[in-house]
């Protein structure tokens, strides 16, 4: 699995972003192939993170051409600035039994 990690550092508003791209980004990603799941934090101060999982780094880069024109063209009142990607193969996924 692949994930990419999105760090923006002066969101003028982190839940109207995220409450915004419920429904933009969620269908986009959605309709991705190799899409696995979505998240968005608010780390406070007007830092807000998007964690982004996928089957594989092809199915990343597919679908981040997407989400950013869809960020470009939707939430560029929020001021969101360029984010900090990284992004990398995951090499340990634990996860509860519950």
Do not use: W
């Amino acid at each position: 699995m692949y994930m990419v990690i999105r760090k923006y550092a002066k969101v003028r508003s982190v839940a109207d972003a995220a409450r915004r791209t419920k429904s933009g980004i969620g269908q986009i990603l959605r309709e991705s192939h190799g899409f696995r799941s979505y998240y968005v934090l608010d780390a406070g101060e007007g830092v807000g993170v998007a964690v982004l999982i996928f089957e594989d780094c092809e199915s990343a880069n597919a679908a981040n051409t997407k989400v950013l024109e869809f960020v470009q063209a939707s939430l560029h009142d929020l001021d969101l600035g360029d984010p900090e990607i990284v992004a990398g193969e995951i090499l340990v996924n634990i996860q509860s039994d519950q």
